[in-house]
C-alpha cells in the first residue's frame, strides 16, 4: 500500500467555501484518485497561519502510515501548501524516512523561512520529484498587472485594489537536489491558479497551461505506477 499527503493552495477562511472553490484543484484529485491512503489537508487561509502545524501534520500522517506497512510515501502540494509539502519532506529526512515521491505546484516563497543548509531545495532523502512553476515572464506579467479586482480590508477607507492574477509578488521556488534520484522543474505560462488547477478564464494562457501542467505531472504519475490521471479543470471567470 503507498501513502500520500497533500496540502492545498491558500484559500477562503470557511471550509465550505474552500471546498467549493478546491474541489477540482490538482491535489483534490490526486486525493481522490490516489490508489492507497491518501491524506489531503486544505492550505492556510489569507494570512497564512499554521504552515508549521500543517507540516508536522503531514509528517505525522506518513510516520504512522509507514507503521501501518505503507511501501511507498509520498507528498504533493500547491503553492504555500507545496511549500509545506518541501518542508515536511525535510522534517522526514531529520527521521531517516525516504520519500519516493514529492509533486509541487507552483511553489511560492510567502513562508516562513526554512533552517536547513538547503532551504528551498529538495532534501536528500527525496528519489523523485516534480515541480511545477508559473513562468514570471515580463511581457506575461505586464499582459495582466493591475486587471484583478481585490476586495480591501477597509472598504470606507481604501479605494479599490487591482491585483495581478499571475502573482508575481508570491515570489517562486528555485528548486535544486540536495541528493541524487530523479528531480526535474518546469515552467509554465499561465496565471499561479491555472498551476494549482483553478484557473480563470480570464487569462487567456490558463487553458492550455492546466492541460501542460496535468499531462507532466501525469507522466510522472505512470513512470511510478501509481494508477492516476488528473485532467485539466473547467476555468471560472473572476473578472
Known sequence: MDAIALVDGTGRWWNKDYEQD???SFCSQIAKLFRGNPNYRRGPSDEGYRFNEKAAEAVDLLHVARGLGATRLFLAGYSRGAAIALEAAEQLSIRNVQV??????????????????????????????????????????????????????????????????????FGTFTVSPCGTGDHQ?????????????????????????????ASWMNEAFISLSLGMKIQAPPLTARF
Open 185 to 213: 522543474s518546469k515552467t509554465f505560462k499561465g496565471s499561479h491558479g491555472a498551476l494549482g488547477g483553478v484557473g480563470w478564464a480570464d487569462v487567456g494562457e490558463d487553458e492550455n497551461c492546466q492541460h501542460e501542467v
Open 100 to 169: 519516493d515521491g514529492l509533486f509541487l505546484f507552483d511553489p511560492v516563497t510567502r513562508a516562513p523561512t526554512r533552517g536547513s543548509v538547503c532551504a528551498k531545495s529538495i532534501p536528500q532523502n527525496v528519489r523523485f520529484s516534480r515541480t511545477a512553476s508559473r513562468s514570471l515572464d515580463q511581457a506575461l506579467v505586464k499582459k495582466y498587472e493591475g486587471v484583478l479586482p481585490m476586495k480591501p480590508y477597509n472598504l470606507a477607507a481604501l479605494p479599490a485594489l487591482r491585483g495581478n492574477p499571475i502573482r508575481p509578488e
Open 22 to 24: 478546491m474541489a477540482r
